[in-house]
């Protein structure tokens, strides 16, 4: 009998922190051994010449997320696991999103129901609290976490979505006694309908002005009102999908401050700008996602943030719509105002390259922060450590294989999801993924999508040890 199930055969194995030439054994969906020569396994891939990597985990995804009103999400949880899969990950971490009005149980469950039997790689849940009543803060919230929903989101903007700051001390002091981490969408919704009242009277209801609705400083002060309620409650928070340099500013003047606030950005913010919005006719509403893209400078911050450290993860919030579709961005017609347009945009197959080929290639940080920032931190952040991000004896052999040297442009008509569109559409990209495997079986072989719905399970996740307070706080005892 072979020793092994597989064998990963002569690759360059790289984790967070270090970089090797060995074999990858694996038995039972798990790493088994990793040795300078293995034994035969049942099956050999041989990965000379090329990178083996922790798969990627995008742990900010939405997925099947019904809106309530007429517009579809792209993606289910079958084409979105298959273009997560495509583009080099093995778990990713959606939403499950309550509703005004409908418990926080009923939400999961619903979730559950629409990737049951579905997914191709691993997946967990967030929730997206809505609607902090009593049943969500004293009963729901708690057993929930205790189920394995360890992370929530909070908005401070949208309609349907915003908390106020009353709602928010009380969402962040229900996680800091239950040890969730709380992720934050900061803009000020106050100040984004008062500008896009402003730009509609003036006449400005293009796609472009989407940016200009919802500039940097409406940002800052969101994030700046976040941080002061994390301190204030002592409880760790996650800024996510930062775009400008004034927000990483603000998580950068609280990290020195010694509070636990983390930080992080996405592809958009570093390869797209405002000016990507101008498309003739609705063609801007292609990149309409919020916070939006800016401008060169905040490009840079937002580098800056992933070189230094300031940010912990670096994920896609994929966020599909189609385009050409009542269902997604030209919900209300041809030409229709900014804000009637669905905010995000799709990127879960598009991250791990872009960063790869901007970022490493380019020499803009190196292999370990590449895999630390897509993979290992967010398996530490959202309570995989020891299971997912890494590739060490007993983890899941969870593993994406890298040609560092195959270029190509990002082309729709390559992609997996279910949009009709890529916002990177041209963009030459060097290294690509080429194998994906998920808990040892293989899900992308050569570039070609095998894996089979249903191979990916649900991940109940731990604590997030970044989730743990201070000890520092101005509540009473
Ligand atoms: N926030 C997200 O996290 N994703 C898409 C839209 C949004 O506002
Ligand atoms: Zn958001
Ligand atoms: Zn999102």
């Known amino acids: 009998m072979d020793s092994f199930d597989l064998v990963i055969r002569g690759g360059t194995v790289v984790t967070a922190s270090e970089t090797s030439r060995c074999d990858v054994g694996i038995r039972d969906g798990r790493i088994a051994a990793l040795a300078d020569r293995l034994p035969t396994g049942s099956r050999e891939i041989d990965a000379g ?106 908005f401070m903007t949208y309609d349907d979505l915003k908390l106020n700051d009353r709602e928010m001390l009380e969402v962040f002091d229900v996680a800091r006694r239950e040890g969730a981490l709380v992720m934050v969408h900061a803009e000020n919704y106050d100040a984004i309908r008062y500008m896009t009242e402003r730009l509609e009277r003036a006449g400005h209801t293009e796609p472009y002005f989407h940016g200009t609705s919802r500039p940097a400083p409406v940002e800052r002060e969101a994030t700046h009102r976040a941080i002061t309620f994390a301190e204030l409650v002592d409880v760790p928070i996650m800024i996510v999908h930062v775009s400008s340099g004034d927000a990483v500013e603000q998580i950068r003047w609280a990290q020195s401050r010694g509070l636990k606030i983390y ?56 966020c599909p719509f189609r385009y050409d579709s009542p269902a997604g961005k030209k919900r209300k017609g041809e030409r229709t105002a900014f804000r009637w347009v669905p905010n995000g945009i799709p990127g879960v197959e598009t991250r791990l390259p872009i960063l790869f080929s901007e970022g490493v290639v380019k020499g803009k940080i190196d292999l370990q922060q590449f895999v630390a920032l897509t993979s290992t931190n967010h398996a530490r952040m959202y309570g995989l450590a ?92």
């Open 49 to 154: 010449g090329r990178l083996v990597l922790p798969g990627g985990i995008d742990s900010h995804v939405h997925i099947d997320q019904p809106s309530g009103d007429e517009t579809v999400m792209a993606d289910d949880f079958l084409s979105g696991t298959r273009s997560a899969a495509a583009g080099g990950n093995t778990t990713v971490i959606p939403f499950a999103l309550q509703h005004k009005g409908q418990s926080l149980r009923a939400a999961v469950s619903d979730y559950h129901a629409r990737a049951e039997g579905k997914c191709l790689i691993d997946y967990g849940f967030h929730l997206i609290v809505s609607d902090p009543n009593e049943q969500t803060l004293g009963q729901d919230l708690p057993a929930l976490v205790n189920d394995g929903y360890t992370s929530f989101k909070v």
């Open 263 to 318: 930080g992080e950005t996405c592809p958009q913010y570093l390869v797209l700008t405002a000016e990507d919005l101008r498309g003739l006719n609705m063609e801007g509403a292609k990149y309409v996602c919020s916070p939006p893209p800016r401008d060169p400078e905040s490009q840079d911050a937002c580098w800056q943030g992933l070189a230094n450290g300031t940010f912990t993860t670096y994920s896609s919030d994929h």
């Open 386 to 477: 020891g299971r997912k991000g890494t590739i060490s004896v007993g983890a899941d052999a969870d593993i994406a294989i890298w040609d560092p040297e195959l270029r190509r442009p990002i082309r729709q008509e390559n992609l997996h999801h279910g949009a009709d569109y890529t916002p990177y559409e041209g963009m030459e990209i060097t290294g690509w993924p080429t194998t994906v495997i998920v808990r040892g079986g293989i899900v992308v072989e050569d570039g070609a999508v095998v894996g089979q719905p249903g191979h990916g399970t649900f991940l109940k996740r731990d604590l997030s040890p970044f989730a743990k307070p201070r000890g520092k706080t101005w509540l009473p005892g």
